[in-house]
């Protein structure tokens, strides 16, 4: 059974920045970030596929960045420049079953985490 445990959620104002790390268990080839904000549809963030190519919402590009700690297996979502928009609950996701084109697709991932809230304030 594959465990996926996210943290660094917090609050911040406009402008700052956030970082977010996810822990999974057990072999991965795809990971991802998605969000779900109060009356919306859960949507892709990034993704990274073989823990080198990645995909990012248009929202995001630029602003936020998608890694992976090769050393410890941790995923990171360096979320800079944040805005009030991005304000929502944040989902890591994992799934060994799935492809570079799907990466932002929920779809795609088998095992999620239970999310960690985001707030930006103006």
């Known amino acids: 059974q594959v465990q996926v445990v996210e943290s660094g959620g917090g609050s911040v104002q406009a402008g700052g920045s956030l970082r977010l790390s996810c822990v999974v268990s057990?072999?991965?080839?795809?990971m991802g970030w998605f969000r779900q904000a109060p009356g919306k549809e859960r949507e892709g963030v990034a993704g990274?596929?073989?823990?080198?190519?990645?995909d990012y919402a248009d929202s995001v590009k630029g602003r936020f960045a998608i890694s992976k700690d090769e050393a410890t297996g941790t995923l990171h979502l360096q979320m800079n420049s944040l805005k009030p928009e991005d304000t929502a609950m944040y989902y890591c996701?994992?799934?060994?079953?799935?492809?570079?084109?799907?990466?932002?697709?929920?779809?795609?991932?088998?095992?999620w985490g239970q999310g960690t809230q985001v707030t930006v304030s103006s």
């Open positions: 990274i596929f073989n823990d080198v190519d990645t």
């Open positions: 057990g072999y991965t080839v795809c």
């Open positions: 996701a994992a799934s060994y079953g799935c492809s570079l084109s799907r990466l932002l697709r929920r779809d795609e991932y088998s095992y």
